[in-house]
């Protein structure tokens, strides 16, 4: 090989390298998730979790305090256990913070990065589960070491729920596998007409399950039997909330339902804008709290279903509501994706704007 | 709108075929760009005719601008009577403009098309046609995996004892723009330091390039989308021709050589259509030309080897021309 030869060959094959090296991901992309605790709104979005004071809407503490190449991409909804607040991302990190933000340990699952996947938390029997592509982490809740996997056919996007024996692990292979907390071990699994991409309910021994096949099912938490469906208009991606005897959820057709929860027959429905993504949020005062896709934000009678009161976020900017609101004292919270502000509290009774969060202000 | 138009037709093709082909993604993917492709070859057959036409007249337009260099509105006449129009020219660029939003909607397409992320998950369901997919759970998710690749994700093969990742498709991607380019632009009849030689020599170094950063960068399906484009203009320009293609040493980036066709411009006789009166107007100039007969010939016809050697002989005949007069 002549050494102008070698030398081309070598500079292209550097560059190559270097390019792959420092580039070669779609990053991974979603809206943010928030959990309450207490007087503090933890909130995922993009490259850091913030805690915000629920009485006015200032920051807390943000993780990382900088924002650096590696810890990124958080949207997973944040895990709260009695002092630990678990955030993950989507290229396979987890943290758990203690109440100022401090990292208590880290988990790394897989060193060198090669894909970027959705990723999702939940706590139970000690552990934090973290779901990352196939694959379950069981990690031990004191110091992040893990203590099993489990490896699904297809991608998981939903975190475990858990009753006293089982944790119940959605996929979007479109199975529901039961697992022995301690062991990882299949104890059963039931499979759907669709792919399943939310943490199912789980309230006295049976499991609701919303699916991208236009169905919610029950299931039997004990067995895996198959207990009713309820057909829908479009895809159920969020959660059901069960509230009393009745079961709360939306679909991507922009319908709200109620049901009873032991049968699965129809209460009531209501017609909204545009897609319901998130869950329902149900008040002890008997209004849902839904968004939708199309930046609205609807109060409705948990009896009735007729409309309390709806407001549009930001008619100027068309932001997408499609994270689960919460709730907090006597407000609703929604998270704007790629909004002019990332929270907006509203006043449950009136939906009177009452503060804002922006993180860049 | 751009959605509307190009963006969820491709999505919705795509996946069709996909539930078409057994969900083979990469299957559906090289068939729609196949498809794709047969759609445009109105639009390619004309950028190619006119890139053809181009070539064929670059000696000409060489001659002109150098007889005339300082008279430049004979220039334009002389170079209007060889059928030389820069404006229509400028015309053969129009189906690569066209190209553009097309490669746009695929890349959309295919990132739409296999939802790795959730956001991503709700734009598929925002493009898709439910009429068009009775079965829509099943289709869900769609199965993007080939051998080690994830076509959501730019390509990297990881081995044990390797710290990076080696991009395979990639390097397939500039291996086969390298080989169009060199199939579908013979080398320029300049003498190698004027502008329209350097610029294609810069344009076929960049070009692959780009297009293998591209590939580096974005998902390994766009790369699925380059290479079968690329497969699909080498065999259609090869197809259309194949009298016109001369098997010669093709250097790969200088790295290597391999015998590949590349084509060779007609001859003024063997020219058709607007090429061939191009060929006649300057035949009344031609004796007045600087340039011997054989040059004419040797441009369109000779290897560049015999071009360079005729060439010599010609300028030692001319000095020793001179040198006797003196």
């Known amino acids: 090989m002549q050494t102008s030869t070698f030398f081309r060959a070598a500079l292209l094959l550097i560059g190559a390298l270097l390019i792959s090296a420092c580039g070669g991901q779609v990053l991974g992309t979603s809206w943010p998730n928030m959990s309450v605790e207490g007087n503090t709104l933890y909130i995922a979005n993009n490259d850091s979790v913030h805690a915000i004071n629920i009485q006015n809407g200032t920051s807390r503490w943000q993780f990382p305090r900088e924002a650096n190449n590696v810890a990124t991409q958080f949207y997973a909804e944040p895990t709260l256990t009695d002092n630990l607040v678990v955030v993950s991302s989507f290229n396979q990190l987890a943290f758990a913070l203690d109440q100022q933000g401090a990292i208590q340990w880290e988990f790394d699952g897989e060193p060198v990065r090669t894909t970027t996947a959705p990723s999702a938390t939940s706590s139970a029997h000690g552990f934090t589960y973290l779901v990352s592509g196939e694959t379950l982490f069981a990690l031990n809740l004191e110091n992040g070491v893990e203590a099993w996997q489990f490896n699904a056919d297809n991608s998981l996007w939903g975190p475990p729920s858990s009753n006293d024996d089982l944790l119940f692990l959605p996929s979007m292979d479109h199975i529901l596998y039961a697992l022995d907390p301690a062991t990882g071990t299949e104890v059963w699994q039931q499979e759907f007409e669709g792919a399943l991409a939310s943490i199912p309910t789980q309230e006295a021994g049976i499991l609701y399950v919303g699916s991208l096949s236009n169905n919610v099912y029950a299931v039997d938490a004990a067995t895996g039997s198959l207990r009713w469906k309820a057909q829908t208009n479009d895809w159920v991606w969020s959660s059901p909330t069960i509230q009393g005897d009745r079961l709360y959820f939306g679909d991507l057709s922009g319908t709200v339902y109620a049901v009873e929860a032991e049968t699965g027959r129809g209460i009531w429905t209501a017609n909204l804008d545009s897609a319901i993504r998130g869950a329902t949020a149900v008040s002890v005062d008997g209004a849902v709290f839904v968004n939708s896709e199309e930046g609205f934000v609807y109060s409705i009678d948990a009896d009735t279903g007729a409309l309390n009161w709806q407001v549009e976020i930001d008619p100027e900017t068309g932001e997408r509501l499609l994270s689960n609101p919460v709730l907090a004292d006597d407000l609703v919270l929604i998270a704007a994706l790629n909004g002019t502000h990332l929270v907006y509290a509203y006043n449950q009774s009136t939906g009177a704007l009452v503060w804002q969060f922006d993180p860049d202000r | ?326």
Request: a positive charge; aromatic letters at 10%; one cysteine or more.
């Open chain 2, 1 to 326: 709108m751009f959605n509307t138009i190009i963006v969820f037709p491709f999505t919705n093709a795509l996946l069709l075929i996909y539930t078409w082909v057994g969900n083979n993604f990469t299957l559906a993917l090289i068939l729609l760009t196949v498809g794709v492709r047969v759609l445009m070859i109105p639009l390619t057959l004309k950028q190619q005719k006119s890139q053809v036409r181009m070539q064929e007249l670059q000696p000409k337009i060489k001659e002109i601008q150098d007889k005339f260099k300082k008279q430049p509105e004979k220039m334009q006449k002389e170079l209007q009577k060889i059928g030389y129009n820069p404006a229509s020219m400028l015309g053969g660029c129009l189906p690569t403009l066209v190209q553009f939003p097309v490669l746009i909607g695929m890349y959309q397409s295919i990132l739409r098309g296999i939802p790795a992320t959730p956001l991503q998950m709700m734009d598929l369901h925002n493009a898709i046609y439910p009429d068009w997919f009775p079965d829509l759970a099943n289709l869900i998710p769609v199965q993007a995996q080939l051998f080690w690749m994830d076509l959501s994700q730019p390509d990297r093969l990881y081995l044990d004892f390797l710290p990076w990742g080696i991009p395979i498709l990639p390097v397939f991607v500039v291996l086969t723009t390298i080989l169009q380019q060199k199939m579908m632009t013979p080398t320029t009849t300049g003498d190698g330091k004027d502008q329209a030689a350097q610029m294609q020599r810069s344009m076929m170094t960049m070009m692959p390039l780009m297009f293998g950063f591209f590939a580096l960068q974005f998902a390994s399906g766009l790369s699925i989308y380059f290479i079968t484009a690329n497969i699909v203009t080498i065999l259609q320009f090869g197809i259309l021709n194949r009298e016109r293609l001369e098997w010669k040493d093709t250097s790969i980036l200088g790295l290597f050589n391999i015998q590949f066709p590349t084509f060779a411009p007609a001859t003024a006789a063997a020219s058709s259509g607007p090429a061939r009166n191009a060929q006649k107007l300057p035949a009344k100039n031609q004796s007045s030309a600087d340039e011997p007969k054989e040059k004419k010939t040797s441009v369109t016809t000779a290897s560049k080897g015999k071009r360079r050697r005729k060439r010599k002989q010609q300028l030692r005949a001319r000095k020793a021309k001179a040198g006797d007069k003196n």
